[in-house]
């Protein structure tokens, strides 16, 4: 089955420029990780995850303890991102696990009270500072879903082409 996978870097034509985007993310997952064992850290998000429908529960870890696990499982991503390079199927987990952070750090933007104001006036969209910060993390999905669509099967995501010589 690891076969049927493909670090989403290699193969000719386009692909390679890949490289950059995957040890960008092993980087961008490394400092948000180290930062979770902050205290600052730590009571920055605090708002973010009590008002998630999806995460709210890690409050039962109290303060603390709900940014070091958030920490754990990003520095575990950063570390299956890296390995992806060289192992096909870790290629894959590592963006799909990414792809679910910036999915759920993306849904803060439309939960978290006060982050934007909607309204019908010359200024349809106003966001604090807040909201760009998360505003980013469009990007940061987009660029872990064309990692993880790049690393699956070409049987589920027939983006692949094979030369005809065989590579």
């Not at 730590?42 to 709210?56: D, E, K, N, R």
């Not at 109290?62 to 991503?77: H, K, P, R």
């Not at 390079?85 to 849904?107: D, R």
């Amino acid at each position: 089955m690891q076969r049927e996978f493909n670090i989403a870097e290699k193969g000719f034509g386009s692909y390679w420029p890949l490289a950059i985007l995957r040890w960008v993310m092993v980087l961008i997952f490394v400092s948000f990780g180290i930062q979770k064992f902050t205290p600052q850290s730590a009571q920055g998000i605090a708002l973010y995850i009590s008002h998630s429908p999806f995460v709210s529960w890690l409050q039962i870890f109290g303060i603390e303890g709900e940014a070091y696990l958030l920490g754990y499982i990003e520095l575990s991503t950063a570390l299956l991102l890296a390995l992806g390079a060289f192992v096909p199927v870790l290629s894959a987990l590592g963006a799909l696990i990414g792809v679910g952070t910036f999915l759920i750090t993306w849904s803060f933007f439309f939960t978290t009270p006060g982050v934007v104001i909607w309204s019908i006036s010359a200024d349809p969209i106003a966001w604090n500072l807040a909201g760009e910060f998360l505003y980013k993390d469009v990007v940061l999905l987009c660029v872990c879903i064309v990692l993880l669509l790049s690393s699956l099967p070409s049987g589920l995501i027939p983006l692949r082409t094979k030369r005809e010589d065989g590579d």
